[in-house]
């Protein structure tokens, strides 16, 4: 599996190796599915606080749409452990409805309705 990882803050450059071996490890189970993963971690306020840093994670699977997920939390790690929980819950959603991610449902047709017919 490759992991891409991109960041601007050079405190959140220091978790690289961090985010890569975390990413490869949480997406152990479903990387047949996910040959390519892309983490983005930004801080959205700067030096002012708060609950400001984000974690974005972007699920490239092959032949199919990117999986988004994104976690705003106080810290980084908190915000790559959110992320990563969605994203595999998401694509294992969608894995088990049976259609790859990035895929439309199937439209549902209704009958119409005949004159004395009651719904």
């Not at 992320?83 to 595999?88: G, K, P």
Request: hydrophobic share 40%; proline share 6%; aromatic share 4%.
């Amino acid at each position: 599996m490759q992991v891409l990882f991109e960041t601007r803050h050079p405190e959140a450059r220091t978790l690289r190796d961090f985010a890569i071996r975390r990413t490869v490890f949480v997406m152990r189970r479903v990387v047949v599915q996910v040959p390519r993963a892309r983490v983005l971690l930004s801080d959205l306020n700067g030096p002012r606080g708060g609950v400001d840093k984000r974690c974005q994670v972007e699920l490239l699977t092959d032949g199919a749409g990117p999986v988004v997920t994104q976690a705003t939390a106080h810290s980084w790690r908190a915000a790559l452990a959110e992320a990563l929980a969605r994203a595999v819950r998401m694509l294992k959603r969608l894995l088990s409805r049976g259609r790859e991610p990035g895929q439309q449902a199937r439209p549902v047709h209704k009958r119409p309705l005949a004159l004395g017919d009651e719904r």
